[in-house]
């Protein structure tokens, strides 16, 4: 299976740059799993999809300012830190960016006493850094939103519109965004409706950032991400289950956590396809605070997940992949040929999909 096979071409003037108004006013396209049947709404219509025996299970992580302006402690040249992962009060994962950045330059965090040193060059762009004191206190005041490189020029205040209304937990370097869609009087009405809700936490970290750069999709090694499922989540998510109901995936992410909680329940490895496909179809999940390395692409067993909302995203992603295992890789790119047709706008900021 090639990554090429997932490949599709997008005019520059569909990549959403800013937000809709209010959230809940983006355009939602409406996807038959089995069929591929498509119909076109408004994201609040979701509300007449979902209902009783419904759970939306939500990411609920929380998207810190990960984007940190750095100059050189001795010359004052201009360098960038965008924060992945932290590791230890000081320490973090994270890329640098800037030229000459070699292992012994020391960098400064301006306005601060705070200095860097490179610990240890991890896989690819990756970077162990450390801190001279700990970064967190001070991340509101010298941090950025670490926007996706293709949102050049974003009209929103970002600071809250790249969050969730129900995001909770720090620690992404970006946001779930198929979440994004969702207001506060939007939940409540679904709630209204009878449907159910779930959360889950999932730290979106390196591979957000970073195109696939082999051939062959098998040969794609996944970063690990952080992700949590609580006992009181799990139980809703399984009562549901067991009574016919349909569990209902906010974005990749949650997706992703949830399949990794089926895979553990069973005792499988999540970071090993063949065991993951040998668990039966159904298995409840449990909960679980761990890496995750699933990587979900055409030919995986899905265990839990029954539809999925979710934005529109880029060529030859790992999202992509995923979702055209869920849905069928012919349908998901006869899907982007018909939101290309109809100016859905695409990426972070852009509208949602719900796969049913």
């Known amino acids: 299976m090639k990554v090429s096979d997932f490949n599709y071409n997008l005019p520059e003037s569909l990549i959403a740059q800013s937000p809709v108004e209010p959230r809940d006013a983006s355009k939602l396209m409406l996807m038959s799993r089995a069929t591929g049947e498509i119909q076109h709404r408004i994201?609040?219509?979701?509300?007449?999809?979902?209902?009783?025996?419904?759970?939306?299970?939500?990411?609920?992580?929380?998207?810190?300012?990960?984007?940190?302006?750095?100059?050189?402690?001795?010359?004052g040249g201009k360098a960038e830190i965008l924060l992945l992962r932290?590791?230890?009060?000081?320490?973090?994962?994270?890329?640098?960016?800037?030229?000459?950045?070699?292992?012994?330059?020391?960098?400064?965090?301006?306005?601060?006493?705070?200095?860097?040193?490179?610990?240890e060059y991890l896989a690819g762009a990756e970077r162990l850094i450390e801190f001279s004191a700990p970064i967190n206190p001070h991340l509101q005041q010298v941090g950025e939103m670490p926007l996706p490189p293709y949102i050049k020029c974003s009209d929103a205040d970002d600071t809250e519109?790249?969050?969730?209304?129900y995001s909770q937990h720090e620690g992404s370097a970006a946001a779930p965004t198929a979440g994004l869609h969702f207001t506060a009087q939007l939940l409540t009405r679904l709630r209204d409706n009878g449907v159910k809700f779930a959360y889950c936490t999932l730290h979106i970290g390196l591979d957000t950032f970073q195109p696939v750069k082999v051939d062959e999709v098998k040969e794609h090694k996944i970063h690990s991400e952080y992700a949590e499922l609580r006992e009181t989540d799990a139980r809703v998510i399984n009562e549901a289950k067991l009574a016919g109901g349909r569990i209902i995936a906010v974005g990749t992410t949650s997706a992703r956590t949830l399949e990794t909680a089926a895979i553990l329940s069973a005792g499988g490895d999540p970071a090993d396809p063949k065991s993951a496909n040998e668990i039966c179809a159904w298995r409840p999940v449990i909960a679980f605070a761990q890496d995750t390395r699933l990587f979900i692409y055409p030919g995986y067993k899905w265990h839990v997940v029954d539809g999925m909302i979710t934005n529109f995203h880029l060529p030859q992603s790992t999202l992509l992949m995923m979702l055209s295992s869920f849905a069928g890789k012919a349908n998901m790119l006869n899907a982007y040929e018909v939101a290309k047709a109809n100016n859905y706008r695409f990426f972070s900021y852009g509208d949602a999909m719900f796969i049913s």
């Not at 890329?95 to 490179?118: C, E, F, M, Q």
């Open 86 to 119: 932290q590791m230890t009060d000081t320490r973090w994962r994270a890329l640098i960016g800037g030229k000459r950045i070699s292992a012994d330059t020391v960098l400064a965090v301006p306005d601060t006493d705070i200095t860097v040193n490179i610990v």
């Open 43 to 75: 994201f609040r219509d979701i509300v007449e999809e979902l209902g009783p025996g419904d759970v939306l299970v939500m990411n609920n992580t929380r998207v810190i300012p990960a984007r940190l302006p750095v100059v050189k402690a001795k010359t």
């Open 161 to 165: 519109r790249y969050q969730t209304v």
